[in-house]
């Protein structure tokens, strides 16, 4: 078992760099995964964490993979970015379980505080 950390789907190192960046001096672990079964076995071995999925990275995917985690872990906080052209997925993705849908315009402190927040 780890401490709860930021588990993040996506297909390119883009959310993980710039979380890793945030979160450099404290003890919050940013994991990437790239596919949706690594999300959720690293998810089981770091209870607690926030999950963060890009649904560029595959919107079927990434809404899927959204209803996985709130069934692994109920009260698990499931965060959500998309490009503008997907905007029309944040219903789909609240009904699925997430708590947040950002456009991936979102700023690094803005996403990365919002995952520490849940983290608390």
């Known amino acids: ?6 588990v993040i789907y996506e297909k390119t190192s883009r959310w993980e760099a710039l979380l890793k960046h945030y979160f450099g001096g404290r003890e ?12 959720l076995s690293t998810l089981a071995a ?4 926030v999950t ?13 993979l959204i209803a996985q985690v709130r069934q692994l872990v ?10 503008e052209s997907l905007a029309d997925l944040e219903w789909p993705a609240r009904e ?8 991936d315009s979102v700023s690094e402190a ?5 995952c520490a927040r849940q983290l608390k």
């Open 1 to 6: 078992m780890f401490a709860p950390g930021v």
């Open 96 to 103: 699925f379980g997430a708590l947040a849908f950002l456009p």
């Open 52 to 64: 963060v999925i890009d649904l560029a990275a595959g919107a079927g995917a990434g809404l899927r």
């Open 46 to 49: 770091m209870p607690g964490s």
């Open 74 to 83: 109920p009260a698990g906080q499931v965060i959500v970015i998309a490009p």
């Open 28 to 39: 919050i672990q940013v994991r990437p995964c790239r596919l949706p079964a690594q999300v």
């Open 110 to 114: 803005e996403l990365a505080g919002l």
